[in-house]
C-alpha cells in the first residue's frame, strides 16, 4: 500500500507532464482525492495512459454540465490503493474524445452510456453500439423528457385550472 | 458441430430482473456472447437534478434493494465531505451495523439461489430460512426488512439501545453456529453443489483487473480489493477488516467468499455493538450543503459502490452519478462463459450477483 505522500507525488510526475491545473486533498485515514482538469481534451488519452503506468485502475467516468450553450465536462475517476484521482476535460456539445478502451476495457459500458445520454462522442472506437437505450431514441433524450411526478404535481393542476377558466371564459 | 444463435431473456425463469443475452452456442458449448441492456433504465441519475438534496436519500435508496443502504450511505457522505461534516462516534458505528447487516443477508441470499439453480432444494430452503434471521433483525431495529432508511446527512435516523443490543447479539448467536456449522460445510464438501460449481465461470486474477471486477467476484479470483480496507470510511479502520480471498475464481470460490464474509459481516457486528460509544446520533440540524463537489467509495455486498457528487449551493444537486460493482461484471461474463457448458449458463450468470436494477438506474 503507497502512503498518501507517494500518491501526491506520483500524480503530481503525471500533472506536470500535461498542461492543466492539479490540486489534492488528503482524508483523516490518508487516502488522496486528486483532480487534473486538463487544459486540451487531446491530451486525455496520453493522462490515461500515464496513470495507467503509475498503477491507476479506471473507476468510473462521470460526463456533467449538459447545458445546450456550455461546455460539457467529462470526469475519468481512477483508484490507486484505495485514493481517487479524477481527470476533467472539457468537451463543446457534440463534440469528440478520444477512447481509452485499449487502455481500460472496463471503459466501454461508461463511454457507450455518456454517448446516448449526451450529446457527445468518442473516437476511435470499434463498436459504439448502444447500451441501455433503444437505437430509435434520440441522443440527450433524458434533458427533454418531464418527469410524471412534475406533470401531475400542484403546478400542473394550476394550469389545467387556468386553462379551463380561459376556455370558459371564451365560450361566454 | 452444429452451430446456433440461443437467446435468454429478457424475461427468463433463471434471471430475476431482465436482461437479454444472445449466445452463440457451438453444440454444447458457449463460443460467444451479446448482451442487450436497458429493460429497466429508469432515468434515477436524471431524476436525482430534479428532486432536492433530501428528497434524493429516499429516491437513492429505491436504486437497489439488496444493497439499498450502500446508496445513501455513500451519498450522506459525498455531501458531509462537501459541507466539512463531522459525524458522530456512535453514527459511525452505527452506520457498520447497518451496513454489515445488509452484506449478511444480500449475500445469503446469492448462495441461497445458487442452491435452487444446482437443483438442490433443500439447501436453498435451509439458507433462505437462516437469512431470515437477518431479515427479522433488519425489521426489529429499522422497522423495516429491505430498505433500511438508516442515513441522513450527518448521521443516522436509528438507534440501538441496550435492550436492542442484546437482542442483536441473541440473533447473531443464533445465525452464526447455521452457517459455520451447518451451510458452510455444505459448500465445501458437497458433491452435488461441487461438481456443478468447481472449475466453472472460470476468470484469473489479472483478467479481473483488466475487466475493473470488484468485490466478491474479484475475490473469488484472489485480488484483495475491498473498499473497508483499501479507503476505510465509517470505522472500518479500526476494525481491522479481514479481506476473504480465494485463489481458483470459478463459481464456488465466489459463493465461497460470500459465505465467508458473512461471517466476518457478524464478527464486525458484534466488534460495532460491543465498543458502540455514547453521544448523538447525528450533526445536528438539516444542514446547508455549499458548493462544491467530492467522490466516495463504500464496500457494498456486491464491491466497490463510488459516488461522483457535485453541488452548486442550491438545494438541488447539479450532478449525482454513481457506478454500481454489477456494471463491469456484466461485460465479465464473457470470460466467464466462453468455452462453459450451456446448462451453466444461469449458475455463472448468479455467481456475479447480478443487479440489473442497479446497473442500469
Redesign the interface.
Known amino acids: 500500500?503507497n502512503e498518501a505522500s507517494d500518491i501526491i507525488d506520483l500524480v503530481a510526475s503525471v500533472a506536470r507532464t500535461i498542461p492543466g491545473e492539479f490540486s489534492f486533498n488528503e482524508d483523516k485515514?490518508g487516502?488522496v482525492?486528486a483532480w487534473i482538469t486538463l487544459q486540451n481534451s487531446t491530451d486525455l488519452v496520453a493522462a490515461a495512459r500515464a496513470l495507467k503506468a503509475i498503477g491507476a485502475?479506471?473507476?468510473?467516468i462521470?460526463a456533467?454540465?449538459d447545458q445546450p450553450e456550455s461546455i460539457n465536462t467529462i470526469?475519468y475517476?481512477f483508484?490507486i490503493?484505495?485514493?481517487?484521482v479524477?481527470l476533467k476535460v472539457g468537451v463543446e456539445p457534440g463534440g469528440s474524445v478520444e477512447t481509452i478502451v485499449p487502455l481500460?476495457?472496463?471503459a466501454?459500458?461508461?463511454e457507450r452510456e455518456f454517448m446516448e445520454?449526451y450529446d457527445l462522442h468518442v473516437s476511435g472506437r470499434a463498436n459504439s453500439r448502444?447500451?441501455?437505450?433503444?437505437e430509435t431514441i434520440d441522443r440527450r433524450v433524458?434533458?427533454r423528457?418531464i418527469?410524471l411526478s412534475?406533470l401531475s404535481n400542484a403546478a400542473s393542476t394550476t394550469m389545467l385550472f387556468e386553462k379551463l377558466i380561459v376556455d370558459r371564459e371564451k365560450s361566454r | 458441430m452444429k452451430s446456433f444463435e440461443m437467446p435468454v431473456g429478457p424475461l427468463h425463469v433463471s434471471l430475476e430482473e431482465p436482461m437479454y443475452f444472445r449466445i452463440d452456442v457451438e453444440g454444447e458449448e458457449v463460443a460467444g456472447i451479446e448482451i442487450t441492456?436497458?429493460h429497466v433504465?429508469r432515468?434515477i441519475e436524471?431524476?436525482t437534478a430534479?428532486r432536492n438534496i433530501y428528497q434524493n436519500l429516499a429516491l437513492i435508496e429505491r436504486v437497489c434493494s439488496l444493497c439499498s443502504n450502500s446508496h445513501p450511505q455513500a451519498y450522506c457522505m459525498g455531501l458531509e465531505k462537501i459541507a466539512g461534516i463531522e459525524v458522530p462516534e456512535r453514527a459511525q458505528y452505527l452506520r457498520v451495523i447497518a451496513d454489515e447487516i445488509k452484506r449478511a443477508a444480500s449475500n445469503m441470499f446469492n448462495v441461497a439461489i445458487l442452491a435452487h439453480i444446482v437443483g438442490f432444494e433443500s439447501l436453498f430452503m435451509h439458507v433462505m430460512e437462516a437469512r431470515e434471521i437477518m431479515q427479522d433483525t433488519k425489521e426489529t431495529v429499522f422497522g423495516n426488512r429491505m430498505d433500511l432508511a438508516a442515513n441522513v446527512i450527518g448521521g443516522v435516523k436509528f438507534d440501538i439501545a441496550e435492550d436492542r443490543i442484546a437482542y442483536v447479539i441473541a440473533q447473531l448467536n443464533r445465525l452464526e453456529p447455521i452457517l459455520v456449522k451447518e451451510i458452510i460445510p455444505l459448500y465445501e464438501t458437497n458433491s452435488s453443489i461441487l461438481s456443478r460449481t468447481r472449475g466453472i465461470g472460470l476468470i484469473n486474477r489479472d483478467q479481473c483487473?483488466?475487466?475493473?471486477l470488484m468485490g466478491p467476484v474479484a475475490r473469488g479470483s484472489g485480488y484483495a480489493y475491498d473498499?473497508r480496507s483499501?479507503?476505510?470510511?465509517a470505522v472500518y479502520?479500526r476494525l481491522d477488516v479481514d479481506v476473504i480471498t480465494y485463489p481458483d475464481g470459478d463459481v464456488w470460490s465466489r459463493a465461497m467468499v460470500r459465505l465467508k464474509e458473512v461471517v466476518e459481516a457478524i464478527r464486525l457486528m458484534r466488534l460495532c455493538l460491543r465498543e458502540l460509544p455514547e453521544g448523538p446520533l447525528t450533526s445536528g440540524p438539516l444542514p446547508f450543503i455549499p458548493a462544491g463537489e467530492?467522490?466516495t467509495?463504500v464496500e457494498a455486498p456486491r464491491g466497490?459502490l463510488?459516488y461522483?457528487l457535485?453541488t452548486d449551493g442550491t438545494d438541488i444537486p447539479?450532478?449525482v452519478?454513481?457506478?454500481v460493482p454489477t456494471?463491469?461484471n456484466?461485460?465479465a461474463l464473457e470470460v466467464m462463459m466462453v468455452g462453459g457448458r450451456i446448462s451453466d449458463i444461469p449458475l455463472i450468470v448468479n455467481s456475479i450477483d447480478p443487479c440489473i436494477s442497479c446497473t442500469?438506474r
Open positions: 500500500m485515514h487516502r482525492t485502475r479506471l473507476s468510473m462521470t456533467l454540465s470526469a475517476h483508484d490503493d484505495g485514493s481517487t479524477t481500460f476495457r472496463n466501454d459500458w461508461h445520454l448502444r447500451l441501455f437505450l433503444d433524458m434533458q423528457l418527469p412534475v | 441492456a436497458g433504465h432515468g436524471y431524476l430534479k483487473i483488466d475487466y475493473g473498499v483499501a479507503a476505510p470510511y479502520d467530492a467522490i467509495k466497490e463510488i461522483y457535485k447539479a450532478r452519478k454513481w457506478r456494471y463491469m456484466w461485460d442500469e
